[in-house]
């Protein structure tokens, strides 16, 4: 395992250096969303979505009723959509790549998901 990571030239990378990747393209930006909204999600891993300069966090994913749309609103700027089944939330206009920070029971069936729907993801441990 370590020769592996070792040959990777930029491994690791953290959540910033992946979206500021973007800064190849300064016109584009990469437009999020998050599934799964708990304590450290919406506390220390989820502002950098919104914060980054070539990243939009624009839609919000949470099973309990009204909650996504309740962080939606906290979001600078007022572009996040709050959603409440998973489907709808996949299917956002303009959604590239989705933070899957649900409980690691739900990481496989939410990311295969996400893939299937051709996004791009991001799973949490």
């Known amino acids: ?14 959540l910033r250096d992946m979206i500021t990747a973007a800064d190849t393209k300064p016109a ?6 998050i599934v ?9 891993s989820g502002p950098p979505f919104y914060k980054c300069s070539n990243s ?8 309990t009723p009204g909650a996504a749309a309740a962080f939606a609103r906290t979001v ?3 572009t996040c959509t709050g959603y409440d089944d998973l489907d709808a939330f996949l299917s ?4 590239d790549a989705v933070y899957v920070a649900t409980p690691p029971g739900s990481h496989l069936e939410v990311a295969r998901r996400v893939a299937a729907a051709g996004k791009h993801a991001y799973v949490e441990k």
């Open 1 to 14: 395992r370590r020769s592996f990571f070792s040959a990777v030239p930029f491994f690791p990378l953290t």
């Open 28 to 33: 584009e930006r990469v437009r999020w969303g």
């Open 36 to 44: 799964g909204l708990g304590d450290v999600c919406r506390k220390k």
């Open 56 to 63: 939009e966090l624009v839609a919000a994913c949470r099973r």
């Open 76 to 78: 600078p700027g007022g």
């Open 92 to 95: 956002h206009p303009g959604l």
